[in-house]
Each structure stands twice: as structure tokens, then as C-alpha cells.
């Protein structure tokens, strides 16, 4: 069954750097998301994306964050300048088609820790 | 803006029924959606819903949809302690692609 997968499954980096999270959604998916999980806390929107431009982002999603599809399979987030509280589990996810309640399939996600 | 609650603990012995609720304040709600995360893993879809159902079945799992009262619940009939997991309810509403998840239920079955 295609799934979408994500690299790293653990990164530790220290605060100011930047790091950037990769995904590869299911191959004939035309939409992607970028979702967090800080621990404890509820699992937060922070953008989508479809033909190559956002196409909706939430208020956690500034300057600081950038997404891009750099080739015909990944989807990457960019995080430029880390902070501690940018330490969260982020998933990235995908959908098929353009309706928006096309079910979201998930990736394993990405746990990463700021120094 | 829209919001999602769980309670965050159930705990049930193998064997019984399961029954995990959900609440949400947004009438525009298109879909619901349950969602299980087992450790250290990524969030697996379980079912969903269409906000003119009242109810859906799928094997052990049952949704039930009480629109009037933004309440929404999923019953897993037989538990076994493979679904021990966190269980997430979550939303999308009309024209937005985001969905809106709850806190998380975990679910503790115990043999």
C-alpha cells in the first residue's frame, strides 16, 4: 500500500540553525500539508500545498518557515532560524485530489529537538 | 475559529466495547475524522464521516454523528489490546484544507 514517508525520523539540532525536514507523498497525490505536534499539545495546521504554491497557511506558519517541492517526489520544510519551541513532531501529509475533504494520509513524521 | 475536544483518558478491560467521544464548535464542518497514533508513530486514518451522516460502520468500528450536537463518537466493538493507542478526533470545514484535530484520547485496554 503507498504511504507517505518522512527523513529524518529524528533530528537534534541547536537553536539558530536552520533545518530542513523532507517528505515524499504517495506518487499521484497532488496536495500537500505540513502539520506539528509540540508534546503534549494538539497536532496544528501550519500550511498547504498544491501546483507549487502555498494554498493555505496558519498563523504558526511565518517568515521563519518555508516549504518547497524541489523535484517531482519530495516536499520539504524549511525551518531558518530554530527555536526551542520550534521542538515538536511535524507530519507532513498528502491527498489526492482537489476536493477539500479528501481524506489526508500521514506521514510517520519527523521528531525534532532545538537546543 | 473551530474546536476540538476530547476527553484524554479511557481505560477497558479486553474483550468490551470501546466508546470514544468528541466535540466540535464549528456548524460548517464538512468531514470528521478518527485518527490512531501508536507509539512512536505516525497518525494512521481509521474512518470518517460526512457531516449528513448520522451513522457509519466499518467492521469493529462504529461513528455516530450528533449534528445538532456537535458531538461525535467512535465505538470499537471487541477491543483488543492492539488498539491500545492515542485515538484523535479531527475536523475540515468548508473551503479550507486544514483539519482541526482534539487533544487525543488514550485508550488503555487492558488484558
Known amino acids: 500500500e503507498p504511504e507517505v514517508t518522512q527523513t529524518p525520523s529524528h533530528q537534534v539540532t541547536q537553536m539558530g540553525q536552520e533545518v530542513i525536514l523532507r517528505c515524499v507523498p504517495i506518487s499521484n497525490h497532488l496536495y500537500f500539508y505540513w502539520y506539528r505536534q509540540i508534546l503534549g499539545q494538539k497536532v496544528e495546521f501550519l500550511v498547504s500545498?498544491?501546483?507549487?504554491?502555498?494554498?493555505?497557511k496558519s498563523e504558526i506558519f511565518d517568515d521563519q518557515f518555508s516549504v518547497e517541492r524541489p523535484d517531482g517526489s519530495n516536499f520539504t520544510l524549511k525551518i531558518r532560524s530554530t527555536k526551542l519551541e520550534d521542538s515538536a513532531m511535524y507530519f507532513c501529509?498528502?491527498?489526492?485530489?482537489?476536493?477539500?475533504?479528501?481524506?489526508?494520509?500521514f506521514g510517520p513524521g519527523t521528531r525534532l529537538l532545538v537546543l | 475559529g473551530e474546536d476540538v475536544e476530547q476527553s484524554l483518558f479511557l481505560s477497558v478491560r479486553e474483550g468490551d466495547s470501546s466508546v470514544i467521544n468528541c466535540t466540535y464548535t464549528?456548524?460548517?464542518?464538512?468531514?470528521l475524522y478518527w485518527y490512531k497514533q501508536e507509539p512512536g508513530a505516525g497518525l494512521q486514518l481509521l474512518t470518517y464521516?460526512?457531516?449528513?451522516?448520522d451513522m457509519k460502520q466499518d467492521q469493529r468500528l462504529t461513528v455516530l454523528l450528533n449534528k445538532k450536537d456537535k458531538h461525535l463518537s467512535l465505538r470499537i466493538a471487541d477491543t483488543q489490546t492492539g488498539d491500545s493507542a492515542i485515538y484523535f478526533c479531527a475536523e475540515s470545514i468548508t473551503g479550507r484544507r486544514a483539519l482541526t484535530f482534539g487533544s487525543g484520547t488514550r485508550l488503555q485496554v487492558q488484558p
Open positions: 500545498f498544491y501546483n507549487n504554491e502555498i494554498s493555505e
Open positions: 464521516i460526512f457531516s449528513n451522516m
Open positions: 501529509a498528502s491527498t489526492a485530489g482537489p476536493r477539500s475533504q479528501e481524506t489526508q494520509y
Open positions: 464549528d456548524s460548517s464542518s464538512t468531514y
